[in-house]
C-alpha cells in the first residue's frame, strides 16, 4: 500500500473505478462533475478501456447497459438533471439484472437548479432511481477517501446481486482537494467475467445461447420482484454501514451523512466544550437506511434527533421518523439551493436546539 | 441448386407476427446471411422495442433486449468492449426516427463498428397503429384519422437521405422487401453490411422497406402493392452511401 496522492474527489473516484477493474465509462457532461468523465477520456485508454462522451445522459446510460451486459465493469457519472435523465436506463439496468455504477455529484435542485452543491438527491437516489419500483444501494461517503473506498468495492455488491449500485456525493466532495491512499489496481481477466455475460471470452467453446432482457412474462416479472424485495431485505441484515460519533452519552443525536456529516462534527465538538452531550449518527449506507442503530438509541436519555442537510425540506426525515416513533422530537436544519452549510451555521441551529429548542421542533 | 433449410438462428416457436407481415421475412434474411458468413455463433442481436422486440421469442442467436430508440447507444457500449463479435441492432421506424433519433445519428456520427437494420413501415404496429414519423403525407392512423397533414405533423422522415448526409459511415441502403428482386437486393445489402462491419470499416445501415396489414388494413398482398404505388415512389431503395465505391 501506500499510493499517497493529494487529489480532487472527481479526479479520485474515477481512479477508484479504473483500479476496481472498470473498463467502460460513458457520460455527458454537467457541472459539478467534469472532472471524472475528462479523467476517464485519457485514463481508460491507458488501461485497454473504453471512454464514450454520449450525445445525451439518456444515450450514456443505455451504453453503460450495453458495456454491462457483456461483462464488464461500466460506470456512469451525472448530477442531478442528469440523473432524472438516466432514470430510463438505470430501470433497465435493474429489470435486466445488470451490475454498473453510478455516481450522482449532486447539486442544487429541483429543475436545473444550480451547480452549487447540494444533497437534494435523497429521496430520488433511495426511493426511486427509476420507474417500477426497484432499488439500488446508495453508498455516501464523507471524504475522497472514503469516496474511493466505496467506488472501489462497489461493482463487487453490483456483480454479487447483479443490480446498479449508486453513489451519492455532492459537488463540495466532488471538489475539495484531500489526500487520498489508492488501492491497488485489481487485475481482471476473461475467466472473471461472470456467466451471465453475453461475451464468449470467457468460455469460447460455448456453443449454447446468450441472452438477456428487461422483459418476461407476468408470472416471471412478479417472481423477479419478490425475489428483489429478498434482496432488499437481506441488504438490512448484511450490508448496512454507518459511523456513530460520540452517541454513548448523547442526550442529543444529530442524523446526517456526506458533507453534512462533516459541518455537523466541528459543530458537536464545540458543543462538547460547552458540556452538551450531542452525538451523530452518520449513514454511509442511505440504501439500506441504517434502521436499527436509530431505533434501538435509549429514549429514556435522547431528547432529541436533528437531522441536518445540505437540503430543504430536509429529505431523511421520514426514514428517522420511522425508527424513532414519537419518542423524541426530529428537528431539522439545512440549506438549500447550493447555499452551503457552514460551521457557523450549523453550530449555532444545534445550539438553539440543544440549548432549549424552543425556537425549533 | 439452392438449399432450402431452416436458418440456424430462428428459433423453433410458433410466430407471433401478424399474416403477411415482412418482419419475419426480414429476421430470415438476416439469420440466413449470418449463416452464410459463418457468423452465427459470433452475433449477438441488439432487440429494440415494438413488434421487432417478439424477436426475443424467435431469435435463436445471443441477443440483448434494450430500451425504445436506445439500441445504437447499447451497442456502442457492447461494441467498444467486445470489437470482435458481430453487433446489430434491428430496429423500427417508430423507434429509431422518432425516440431514438438522437441514438441513431450520434452513433451513426462516431461511425460506431455496428450494423444497424431498420424496418421502416410507417407506423407503430405494436401499439395499434399510431403515427409514425415516416408515416406518409395522408395517410390515415389511429392519431391521424383524416390523413397525415404536414402542417400539423411535417413530412415523413428520410433516414438513409439523413444519415447519408454524415461523412463517418460505411454502408447506407434502402430496400423495398415487397418482391424477389427487392429482397434479394437486401440480402446482398445486409451481407455488404455485415462483411464491411467485419473489416473494421465504420457504421452500416440498412433500411427495409417493410409492410404492416393489420395497421393499414390492407389484405397481405395489397400491402405489397400498396408499397409499390405509395411507399417506395417516397422511399427511393438504392445505396446511398459505400464507402468502397466512395474510394474508388
Redesign the interface.
Known amino acids: 500500500m501506500g499510493d499517497k496522492k493529494f487529489m480532487k474527489g472527481n479526479n479520485a473516484i474515477a481512479e477508484a473505478a479504473v483500479r476496481a477493474g472498470c ?2 465509462f ?1 457520460g455527458y457532461p454537467i457541472t459539478p462533475q467534469n472532472e471524472i468523465p475528462e479523467y476517464l477520456s485519457w485514463r481508460l485508454p491507458e488501461v485497454g478501456g ?1 471512454f ?1 462522451q ?3 445522459e ?3 446510460i ?9 461483462g ?1 465493469r ?1 460506470l456512469t457519472s451525472s448530477s442531478g438533471p442528469g440523473i432524472s435523465l438516466k432514470a ?2 438505470i430501470s ?1 439496468l435493474a429489470a ?1 439484472a445488470l451490475p454498473a455504477v453510478i455516481v450522482n455529484i449532486s447539486r442544487g435542485g429541483p429543475g436545473l437548479g444550480s451547480i452549487q452543491p447540494a444533497q437534494s438527491d435523497y429521496l430520488q437516489a433511495t426511493k426511486a432511481l427509476g420507474h417500477g419500483g426497484f432499488h439500488a444501494m446508495v453508498f455516501a461517503p464523507n471524504s475522497a477517501q472514503e469516496a474511493v473506498d466505496l467506488v472501489y468495492n462497489a461493482w463487487d455488491y453490483a456483480e454479487r446481486d447483479r443490480n446498479p449500485v449508486f453513489i451519492l456525493m455532492d459537488g463540495c466532495l466532488g471538489n475539495i482537494m484531500e489526500e487520498v491512499d489508492l488501492p491497488p489496481m485489481k487485475e481482471l481477466n476473461d475467466e472473471d467475467i461472470p456467466g451471465w455475460a ?4 470467457n468460455d469460447p467453446e460455448r ?1 449454447w ?7 418476461y412474462t407476468e408470472e416471471m416479472l412478479e417472481g423477479l420482484n419478490a425475489m428483489a424485495g429478498e434482496m432488499y431485505k437481506s441488504w438490512e441484515t448484511e450490508d448496512v454501514k454507518y459511523e456513530e460519533f460520540m452517541l454513548d452519552d448523547a442526550e442529543y443525536v444529530v442524523v446526517a451523512y456526506g458533507i453534512a456529516s462533516r459541518v455537523s462534527k466541528e459543530a458537536i465538538l464545540k458543543l462538547r466544550e460547552q458540556g452538551y452531550k450531542v452525538g451523530l449518527i452518520r449513514p454511509i449506507t442511505l440504501f439500506p437506511f441504517p434502521k436499527k442503530v436509530i431505533h434501538d438509541l435509549d429514549y429514556s436519555k435522547v431528547k432529541g434527533i436533528i437531522d441536518v442537510e445540505m437540503t430543504l425540506p430536509a429529505q431523511m426525515h421520514d426514514d428517522i421518523a420511522l425508527q424513532v416513533l414519537e419518542r423524541c422530537p426530529i428537528y431539522e436544519y439545512g440549506r438549500s439551493g447550493g447555499c452551503l452549510l457552514d460551521d457557523d451555521g450549523v453550530y449555532e441551529a444545534l445550539l438553539d436546539i440543544v440549548s432549549g429548542g424552543e425556537n425549533n421542533g | 441448386m439452392a438449399e432450402y433449410k431452416r436458418s440456424s438462428l430462428i428459433a423453433s416457436a410458433p410466430s407471433g407476427y401478424c399474416p403477411g407481415c415482412l418482419h419475419s421475412l426480414a429476421t430470415r434474411l438476416i439469420s440466413d446471411v449470418l449463416d452464410e458468413l459463418g457468423q452465427a ?2 452475433s ?1 442481436n ?2 429494440s422495442v415494438g413488434c421487432s ?1 417478439l424477436n ?1 421469442k424467435y431469435w ?8 425504445h430508440g ?1 439500441a445504437p ?10 470489437p470482435e ?1 458481430l453487433v446489430f441492432a434491428y430496429q423500427g421506424d417508430g423507434d429509431l426516427a422518432a425516440i431514438g433519433l ?2 441513431i ?2 452513433a451513426a456520427n ?1 461511425g460506431e463498428n455496428f450494423t444497424v437494420i431498420f424496418a421502416n413501415n410507417q407506423t407503430y404496429g405494436m401499439t395499434g397503429g399510431q403515427m409514425a414519423p415516416t408515416t406518409l403525407e395522408g395517410q390515415v392512423t389511429t392519431t391521424t384519422v383524416n390523413g397525415r397533414d404536414p402542417s400539423t405533423t411535417g413530412y415523413p422522415l428520410k433516414m438513409c437521405e439523413l444519415i447519408s448526409t454524415l461523412k463517418a459511415p460505411a454502408y447506407v441502403a434502402r430496400f423495398a422487401l415487397n418482391s424477389p428482386k427487392g429482397i434479394n437486393q437486401a440480402r446482398a445489402g445486409i451481407k455488404k453490411a455485415f462483411q464491411l462491419q467485419m473489416q473494421g470499416k465504420g457504421f452500416t445501415f440498412v433500411e427495409l422497406l417493410t409492410n404492416c396489414p393489420t395497421n393499414w388494413h390492407l389484405s397481405p398482398l395489397k400491402t405489397l402493392e400498396y408499397m409499390d404505388t405509395n411507399t417506395i415512389p417516397y422511399f427511393t431503395p438504392g445505396i446511398y452511401k459505400d464507402c468502397e465505391v466512395d474510394a474508388e
Open positions: 473498463r467502460f460513458a473504453a464514450v454520449g450525445e445525451s439518456v444515450a450514456s443505455n451504453m453503460v447497459y450495453g458495456a454491462a451486459a457483456m464488464t461500466a430510463e436506463g433497465y435486466a453475453l461475451t464468449r471470452r456453443d445461447q446468450l441472452s438477456l432482457t428487461p422483459i | 455463433q459470433n449477438l441488439v432487440i422486440a426475443i435463436g442467436g445471443d441477443f440483448l433486449s434494450v430500451a436506445r447507444a447499447a451497442a456502442t457500449g457492447i461494441k467498444r468492449v467486445n463479435r438522437a441514438e445519428m450520434s462516431r
